[in-house]
T-cell receptor, first 113, second 110 residues
């Protein structure tokens, strides 16, 4: 079945570590997105990518990095520069022409220990 | 700066009591207005995309409408299983930026 897969579901990070969250889709979607969700804050855009080897900063990109080497994959690295990384991270993909298909993964919950 | 505002923040309805959720947007060049449903601890589930003012889409008890400044999600005769957070998002720009509102938490009492 086609879909968008995030892994791991739960992730624990020590202070000062970088961690990478995986997002893979087999829907042949063009655009991919990373969001952070905190209680009462809604979804805040971290990075997004319309095409391979190109991506744009969202509203809260500081302390995060991404790559888009393949159409199917859009990994997010949470660096040690992100001071408050504990949150629920969501990845989405959209077939951007007319955007009729717009799906999210099931999320990764990151906790700093 | 693109802004999407949803109201009210929370809504409590009795089963069968119809109502509307509002999503107002201030963006440059709207390409599409998206509605999602999100259950606790899960990723949002896609409901609708609307592209132009006057457009309407329906799915079961839900109907989404779009004007030049806002979108409404009408829920007719809701059931307890409709309880969730409803999110709207505006797509803009050549790079397909997708900006979300903070969501509306709907509770439907039996």
């Amino acid at each position: 079945d086609g879909g968008i897969t995030q892994s791991p579901k739960y992730l624990f990070r020590k202070e000062g570590q970088n961690v990478t969250l995986s997002c893979e889709q087999n829907l042949n979607h063009d655009a991919m997105y990373w969001y952070r969700q905190d209680p009462g804050q809604g979804l805040r855009l971290i990075y997004y990518s319309q095409i391979v080897n190109d991506f744009q900063k969202g509203d809260i990109a500081e302390g995060y990095s991404v790559s888009r080497e393949k159409k199917e994959s859009f990994p997010l690295t949470v660096t040690s520069a992100q001071k408050n990384p504990t949150a629920f991270y969501l990845c989405a993909s959209i077939k951007s022409i007319q955007g009729t298909e717009a799906f999210f993964g099931q999320g990764t919950r990151l906790t700093v220990v | 700066e693109d802004q999407v505002t949803q109201s009210p923040e929370a809504l409590r309805l009795q089963e069968g009591e119809s109502s509307s959720l509002n999503c107002s947007y201030t963006v440059s060049g709207l390409r599409g207005l998206f509605w999602y449903r999100q259950d606790p601890g899960k990723g949002p589930e896609f409901l609708f995309t609307l592209y132009s003012a006057g457009e309407e889409k329906e799915k079961e008890r839900l109907k989404a409408t779009l004007t030049k400044k806002e979108s409404f999600l009408h829920i007719t005769a809701p059931k307890p299983e409709d309880s969730a957070t409803y999110l709207c998002a505006a797509m803009t720009g050549a790079n397909s930026k997708l900006t979300f509102g903070k969501g509306i938490t709907l509770s439907v009492r039996p």
